[in-house]
């Protein structure tokens, strides 16, 4: 073997030991970083009882109506996620924020993520809390679930409110998702490595700091956990599910609608042909992200007041 060559393969040598070596290094330090940040999470909310896991919901206010608020895909925990938007309801409402399986202090599970399965399961915690009637309040993907649970639970929903609320569309249904790849960055540790490199995402929201720092703790405990995967590698199906659906044009219906660019077109005529077909709709444009709750949660509040008393 000449030189040059041998030269050449033990670079090739070392450098592959180097990846190994920092590659294990990763997977070793997640482990234990995971063991250490679970235990500095604090507990919020209360547990009920569904489908024989426990599911986390956090109830705040006494007012005499209720609004139940879902989450959009993969956040990260529901209850301090929403917490702008609930400090501003909670004094005329009481609000309830359910955390599906997989999100926030709620359990996973290998049930399959259907609309159906969710829709059942969020109403069972409904149930459990004795809650009969309420307005149904849901963020972006929630939204569209939420189509199944207005048809589905007619005499208990009296009103929706949607929070940029995903519409199913052609062009959304057939798009394919790495999931393969999501988990190898979660199980390997290198989407810690990545969050880390990029920063807290809610560091710059006017939250505390103290819940700015458990939803970066419960970011890395929840983000591309198996469950959430599983809704995922669902979407497709669940928007071609939810294709053809409506909302009943009886029920009074308000759709907040993010005003900055959208990656998809015709994004707030969608949501005005939804207002249209409702006997009591009503559309505002805010000029804001995706994450309404975050940046316009008094807006918000003050919009779903007001249109609460004009349909009484």
């Known amino acids: 073997m000449n030189k040059p060559l041998k030269i050449i393969l033990i670079s090739i040598g070392a450098l592959a030991t180097a990846i190994v070596l920092f590659l294990v290094t990763v997977f070793v330090a997640n482990i234990f970083l995971n063991k250490s940040d679970q235990a500095k999470i604090k507990p919020y909310g209360q547990s009920v009882s569904v489908d024989g896991k426990n599911m986390n919901v956090l109830i705040q206010g006494k007012g ?20 702008l938007l609930i400090d501003e309801l909670s004094p005329f409402y009481k609000v309830v924020v359910i955390e599906p399986f997989g999100y926030g202090l709620s359990d996973r599970t290998e049930k399959e993520r259907t609309t159906e399965n969710i829709v059942s399961e969020i109403h069972e915690a409904v149930k459990q809390l004795n809650i009969d009637r309420y307005i149904l309040m849901a963020h972006s993907i929630s939204g569209m679930y939420s189509l199944n649970y207005v048809n589905k639970y007619p005499n208990e929903v ?17 798009v394919k998702i790495p999931t393969g790849k999501l988990k190898l960055l979660r199980e390997s540790g290198l989407g810690r490595l990545l969050f880390k490199s990029s920063g807290n ?15 970066r703790l419960l970011t890395l405990r929840n983000t591309y956990n198996y469950t959430n995967l599983n809704e995922v590698e669902h979407m497709s199906s669940n928007y071609k599910g939810a294709l053809n659906s409506t909302f009943p044009k009886d029920l009074p219906l308000l759709l907040f609608v993010q005003g900055d660019d959208t990656l998809l077109k015709d994004w707030i005529s969608l949501h005005e042909e939804q207002v249209k077909n409702s006997v009591q ?16 949660s008094k807006e918000i509040a003050e919009n779903f007041k007001t249109f609460m008393k004009e349909i009484k």
Do not use: C, M, W
Request: negative net charge.
């Open 281 to 296: 709709g009503k559309l505002v444009k805010l000029d804001a992200g995706h994450y309404l709750h975050h940046t316009k």
């Open 64 to 83: 005499e109506e209720t609004v139940v608020l879902l989450p959009g895909y993969g956040t990260v925990a529901p209850g301090l996620d929403f917490k």
């Open 201 to 215: 995402p809610y560091a710059e929201l006017p939250f505390d700091d103290e819940t700015k720092e458990q939803l």
């Open 158 to 174: 009296s009103a929706f409110v949607g929070i940029d609320n995903s519409i199913a569309t052609e062009d959304r249904i057939g």
